[in-house]
């Protein structure tokens, strides 16, 4: 495993890092009904990878009903002990309860979350505290002022943020220079072969002003892993066979895209997970990337990608078989060397 900074922080984050969407068996209020593990599963999980390297955990307030992953990483925390040695990074923005003020990113909102997401991991701390997605509905710096008197106040240590778009992630950053408050220091962001939007604005934005970016869905729910075929259903009993999520990544550029990973696992003797995996992490101002993983079986799949090393060759094959349009004004600034 190979360590990294956390973005512009100085703390050192291992290169993959653990999701925890998948901890617990949600019910059927919950987009992750059917397709967690149960809890002995997530715990054998979590002890497996930390044992391989991984010190970085991801979870939110949101997954699960009722903050059930967040329990389930509490409960664990508790048990093993090892709360010092790891990473923990939580999320606050998305529905949790009732009321006018069941979701969103105000200062009211903001105190209430961590006070529920500290109890809930049985912790005194939140490492990494982002905001789920941006909030048009309140001022940016409403919310960083938040985030910064918890940072003072020793409840979270560094703050990040999530599904942003580019030009409010700048004014973010502004906002927080400009103030003196504490400044993001990730961004996390969906990013996988399949979905490269990121690369237009929210990378080069990333690169300039220091942030590490944490991919989110690197598998693209599990697409990359290579189980599915093409012209076949996917199995019921996997999260993209689960209402019609399959259609959304079922499309002849992503199944290109699928043979060109698989030729470079086979060539490497390595699995489409990892390659998938190893190809982000060869992207420059990526710090770690967040992947899930059901069970032991994918787990170690996907832990392989740690020390996979791709050759410039491989990226570049892989970079090519997933290019997309970037469009105006890219095209036009790229093809005249400027971008
Ligand atoms: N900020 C955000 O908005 C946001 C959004 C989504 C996720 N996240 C974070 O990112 C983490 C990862 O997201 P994700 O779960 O969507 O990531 P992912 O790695 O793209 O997908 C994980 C899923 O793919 C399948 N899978 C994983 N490894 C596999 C393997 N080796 N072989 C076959 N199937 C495999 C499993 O689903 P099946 O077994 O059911 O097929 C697993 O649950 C989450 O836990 C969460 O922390 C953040």
């Not at 103030?179 to 080069?204: G, K, M």
């Amino acid at each position: 495993m190979k360590y990294r900074n956390l973005g512009a922080a100085g703390v050192k984050v291992s290169n993959l890092c653990l999701g925890g969407m998948t901890f617990g068996e949600a019910d059927e209020s919950s987009f992750m009904h059917k397709v967690g593990s149960d809890e002995a599963t997530a715990f054998a999980v979590l002890d497996r990878a930390v044992a391989a390297g991984i010190n970085f955990i991801d979870t939110a307030d949101v997954y699960g009903q009722d903050g059930l992953s967040e329990r389930v990483l509490g409960t664990w925390l508790t048990n093993g002990g090892q709360r010092d040695k790891l990473v923990i990074a939580t999320k606050f923005r998305f529905t949790m309860g009732e009321g006018a003020n069941k979701s969103g990113g105000s200062r009211y909102r903001i105190i209430k979350c961590c006070e529920d997401s500290l109890r809930r991991l049985k912790t005194d701390r939140i490492d990494l505290y982002q905001i789920h997605a941006q909030d048009l509905a309140v001022a940016e710096d409403e919310t960083l002022r938040a985030l910064d008197d918890l940072v003072r106040a020793g409840k979270v240590v560094y703050t990040g943020c999530s599904n942003y778009a580019a030009y409010r992630l700048a004014n973010s950053l502004w906002e927080s220079k400009t103030r003196q408050l504490a400044s993001f220091a990730t961004l996390q962001a969906q990013y996988s072969l399949v979905a490269r939007d990121i690369e237009r604005e929210h990378v080069p934005l990333c690169r300039t002003a220091g942030l590490g970016i944490l991919p989110w869905s690197p598998l693209a729910s599990g697409f990359l892993s290579g189980k599915y075929e093409q012209g076949k259903p996917p199995a019921a009993d996997t999260r993209l066979g689960q209402g019609d999520r399959y259609k959304r990544w079922d499309n002849e550029r992503n199944w290109k895209i699928i043979a060109a990973v698989r030729a470079v696992a086979s060539e490497l003797s390595s699995t489409p997970s990892a390659v998938s995996l190893a190809w982000l992490l060869a992207k420059p101002q990526v710090t770690s990337v967040i992947f899930g993983a059901r069970n032991l079986e994918q787990l170690d799949a996907n832990l392989a990608a740690a020390d996979l090393e791709l050759t410039a060759n491989h990226v570049d094959v892989l970079d090519k078989a997933s290019a997309f349009p970037l469009g105006y004004p890219y095209d036009f600034i790229g093809a005249n060397g400027v971008w």
